[in-house]
């Protein structure tokens, strides 16, 4: 749940100031890369851990609005929900502190009861933000099968082992690509450099997000750039999880990699055309007007 103040400016240690305003919006990459792809149309069940807190029951019921299957959502005692405390200056730069809470409860003993159900979908879009350990236990599951798995690599941790980036896709921004490879990412040979790097590492298709600039895709055809779409930009935020998410079930549905990619752009142009992240997210029906454009 993200919790957003917003203030005239940011408190100096060991002040109190008084905001101007304060929203609860429900947020998690996961939980907006389950709603993208619940949104571009796909059977979409949702993994992971609430609190016993006030916010659990909030955060699941905006789910379930959604149409995402929450049974595999599990409840946990003594424990709050994730959180993320955002405070907003007026001049739009944000200050963040998060709470793992219930999330970096959910552990590989929680996987394995799982099994079936991720040996039994198409794909499994994986996070960052469960303990590492749980994500290599989806990861070691998926690949007895067919599963593909896509992983957004965020918030990328200290030392992150390349065994977790052999996977189908994954799909870092900028800045996670220049954090996973420590390469300078600017100029079109350096996110060459970077998307190759990557693959190198043993990831089967990378894709850089790249803001207003599209995306880039690095597999074994070689690198190439797909093309944004353009809008009117009102708030990106949730951009990144709205392409990931309809990406995803694109892919999975059999289209071509570049195809699907671009699908996600169009995703992403919409989100970042309204206010909010889940809210900001549109319906495949928006996504194939936007590619017709
Ligand atoms: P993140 O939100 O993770 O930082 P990006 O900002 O790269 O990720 O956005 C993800 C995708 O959303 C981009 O690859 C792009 O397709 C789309 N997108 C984001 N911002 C814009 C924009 N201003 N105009 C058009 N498309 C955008």
Known sequence: MDLV??????????ETIAANSF???????????????ARAGAQVKMVGR???????????????????????VLATQDCESG???ILVEESGQNTIVTVAGANARLLPADIDSLR????????????????L???????????????????DPAPIPQGLPDELLQ???ICPNEREAEQLTGMPIGTPEQIEAAAKALYQRGAKHVVITLGKQGAYLFDE???RLIAPFTTDVVDTTAAGDAFAGALAVYWAEGMNVDDAVRRGNAAGAIAASRLGAQPSIGARSEIEHLWKT
């Open 5 to 14: 103040l917003k203030c005239a400016q940011f408190p100096q240690p060991g």
């Open 23 to 37: 929203n609860e919006v429900s947020g998690g990459k996961g939980a907006n890369q389950a709603v993208s792809a």
């Open 50 to 72: 609430v609190g016993d807190d006030a916010f659990a029951g909030r955060l699941v019921a905006g789910l379930k609005q959604c149409e995402v299957d929450c049974s595999t």
């Open 83 to 85: 959180l993320a405390l």
């Open 116 to 131: 079936n159900l991720i040996q039994q979908s198409d794909v499994v879009l994986l996070q960052l933000e469960v303990p």
């Open 133 to 151: 350990e749980t994500v290599r236990r989806v990861i070691e599951i998926a690949r007895e099968t067919e599963t593909r798995v896509i992983l």
């Open 167 to 169: 996977v189908d896709l």
């Open 221 to 223: 055809s070689g690198g």
